[in-house]
């Protein structure tokens, strides 16, 4: 079974728009810790935000924030004021159990910020 | 604060050579990583160290990868021989283990290899 699901293939928003990116995970451990990562052609997968599967609110960094509904087993990223330069590959990833180290990720999904 | 740093950025070999790619961590860190990325799938873990010694590899192709991390600084991770299903993107990786900010993986720009 799948533990990172991105259903959504692609996405286009307008520039200065809102959008969110879908992300569910299927674990049974108690403790675990989600991750957004973006990857522009360049190919280096940046960090944008991390949300522990303890922590009460949700994450938020700058225009990135962690839309976390544990009961729905979802962690959906939302991108504020959307710009040109966010265009990229976008990728959940997991990491399961307060001793593990693997991340496991998604397959992707992409995102194209139209002008 | 530099990044992870890895070498050769693009490597195009014909199958049955061998390649070695090479990554030097973000200063401090004493974990890293080694994942492969098939175009059109996320990274997937081949090889994790902690300091010079290996904590998990067992997704790594033994009979052909081997990586190592003498001195708990550098990685090298080597291909012998290639097949074409090892062309992909390898990204090294390092975390910190000590201090604010230990839950998160920092990537490197990764090597994307063709195997011909």
């Known amino acids: 079974a799948q533990k990172i699901t991105q259903t959504q293939p692609g996405m286009f928003v307008q520039e200065k728009e809102a959008v969110t990116l879908d992300c569910t995970y299927d674990?049974?451990?108690?403790?675990?810790?989600l991750f957004w990562y973006k990857q522009p052609s360049s190919g280096e997968m940046i960090f944008l935000i991390y949300q522990g599967s303890y922590d009460q609110q949700n994450a938020t960094e700058g225009r990135y924030s962690l839309n976390f509904q544990k009961a729905r087993k979802s962690a959906n990223l939302v991108i504020s004021a959307s710009q040109l330069g966010d265009s990229a590959m976008y990728f959940c990833?997991?990491?399961?159990?307060?001793?593990?180290?693997?991340?496991?990720f998604g397959k992707g999904m992409k995102l194209t910020v139209n002008p | 604060e530099a990044g992870v740093a890895q070498s050769p950025r693009y490597k195009i070999i014909e199958k049955r050579q061998s390649v070695a790619f090479w990554c030097n961590p973000i200063s401090g860190h004493a974990t890293l990583y080694w994942y492969q990325q098939i175009l059109g799938q996320g990274p997937k873990l081949l090889i994790q160290f902690q300091n010079n010694g290996v904590v998990d590899d067992s997704q790594l192709p033994k009979d052909r990868f081997s990586a190592e991390r003498l001195k708990g600084v550098d990685s090298t991770l080597k291909i012998q021989p290639a097949k074409l299903e090892d062309s992909a993107v390898y990204l090294c990786?390092?975390?910190?283990?000590?201090?604010?900010?230990?839950?998160?993986?920092?990537f490197g720009p990764g090597t994307r290899l063709t195997v011909l």
């Open positions: 990833a997991m990491r399961e159990g307060p001793g593990s180290e693997k991340l496991v």
């Open positions: 674990t049974s451990d108690p403790s675990y810790g």
């Open positions: 990786a390092s975390r910190a283990t000590l201090g604010a900010g230990t839950d998160t993986q920092y």
